[in-house]
């Protein structure tokens, strides 16, 4: 669902979390004191991380008028790095714990792996049929000895977003099928179109906005990355991590990039201001663009498929064992995210179904984004999906990966360090981050 899970400073990261046990202790405590949602209610309450969308698209609202005995009730926090520790913090207590608790991708094995069994098997549950989710979104969630303790909620399929108007002042094609079979089947391809916009580049743009965002998305096309099929750690020599920093560090020292940091305040001026013409766009990024960008963007961007496909995002929602009311939940999680809902919340929030019967209903099969000229999403981001590997998770995912993009690579891009220097620093920060 929300973008990247950049690691932090600890301490940034350690405050945020108390910060944030402080405001959702604060959430229960109000909830314990209504007790019941009143009227014979039953309140189930889950908690969240970013924007899942689920009010937004009214869902909760439409749960409690199909079932007049239950009021909803979420508690959002709005960053991973702080909910993910104060929800392992409240796993470890046994209380505390919401009736549903989302997780992200990044974090889904870890749970599966070590505490699965605090968590109920919604593979078990009334209406749950394995068959509805994408194979590869299933087993993210599965344990070992095959419990599934989350179901999935969206997925981060990869496209690329451009700049028509960019592209056509550099001389290169602008329709998306013709953009498509510029870089198709190899990120080099991309890295090539990169260098024959270089040569006619519009006045102060450049071709991409980081040399993070290129590793992400390359990285993430492959099935093992940073732990092999057999959860052993393999990032020092992984062909995946090598492949992806190669063409980071490439692209960096090609001059291709904006050399901007993803998530910061100066990137989110950049599309204000038409900075660079390309950028690795899973679904949940479309609004992030249309936002930052503005009305002066519309039109002026569309999408086209990305060179391989991947998966960048998506999270689950889960049943803890300690959770208040677990019949209620476990009927209220099953709802959210059958076919139809998931349909629904892309219709309103443009978040990809991980359920492949929404790609063909016509939430998601016609929709056209109007901002970016009228592209066909639900087609673009379906065919993505179908196409991604299975991606294996180990328990330091999100630790290791940033460690890559927000300490090695940019000693690289930014610093102007040599790719050894870059390396080298990422590689301690992972020895520091999994001993820790």
């Known amino acids: 669902m929300t973008p990247g899970y950049r690691a932090r400073p600890r301490r940034r990261a350690v405050f945020l979390a108390v910060a944030a046990v402080l405001v959702l202790g604060a959430a229960l405590l109000g909830g314990c004191a209504r007790g019941d949602g009143g009227r014979g209610r039953t309140t189930v309450t889950i908690g969240t991380f970013g924007v899942f969308g689920y009010q937004q698209a009214g869902l909760y609202r439409e749960y409690e ?19 993910y520790p104060q929800l392992l913090t409240h796993l470890a207590a046994g209380s505390g714990l919401l009736d549903i608790q989302a997780v992200e991708v990044g974090d889904i094995h870890e749970l599966a792996t070590a505490q699965g069994g605090l968590f109920e098997d919604l593979s078990a549950a009334k209406g749950v049929h394995r068959r509805d989710w994408l194979p590869w979104k299933w087993e993210q969630a599965t344990t070992r000895d095959g419990r599934t303790i989350g179901l999935g909620t969206d997925i981060g399929p990869i496209a690329m977003c451009y700049r028509k108007d960019l592209f056509r002042r550099a001389g290169l094609p602008t329709a998306r099928e013709a953009v498509g079979r510029l870089w198709a089947g190899d ?3 991309y890295l090539t179109t990169g260098l024959a916009y270089k040569k006619r580049a519009p006045a102060g743009t450049v071709f991409t906005d980081s040399a993070a965002g290129i590793y992400n998305a390359s990285v993430h096309g492959y099935a093992e990355r940073y732990y092999d099929r057999r959860s052993r750690p393999i990032w020092s020599n992984s062909p995946a991590v090598r492949a992806s920093w190669e063409l980071a560090v490439r692209a960096a020292r090609d001059g291709l990039t904006a050399r901007l940091k993803q998530f910061e305040k100066p990137w989110d001026q950049a599309y204000a201001n038409g900075r660079f013409a390309t950028v690795a766009c899973p679904p949940w990024m479309l609004g992030y663009i249309k936002e930052k960008s503005g009305p002066a963007g519309k039109d002026k961007w569309d999408v086209a498929p990305a060179p391989r496909p991947a998966n960048w995002g998506g999270s689950f929602i889960t049943v803890p064992k300690a959770a208040r009311h677990k019949a209620a939940a476990v009927d ?14 892309f219709e309103r929030q443009a978040s990809i179904p991980s359920t492949p019967a929404s790609y063909a209903m016509p939430e998601v099969r016609d929709a056209h984004n109007p901002y970016f000229g009228g592209a066909p999403t639900g087609a673009i981001f379906a065919a993505a999906a179908r196409a991604v590997p299975t991606l294996v998770y180990g328990p330091k995912e999100q630790q290791i990966g940033g460690a890559f993009t ?3 690579i940019p000693q690289v891009e930014q610093q102007g360090k040599p790719p050894g220097a870059g390396w080298r620093a990422a590689q301690q920060e992972i020895e520091n981050a999994v001993d820790e």
Not at 332 to 345: D, E, M, S
């Open 406 to 408: 927000d300490v090695g």
């Open 187 to 189: 990120w080099r391809k």
């Open 65 to 83: 008028r199909l079932h007049p005995d239950v009021a909803v009730k979420e508690s959002v926090i709005e960053r991973n790095d702080a909910y």
């Open 332 to 345: 209220l999680a099953v709802w959210l995210t059958a076919p139809a809902q998931q349909a629904r919340l």
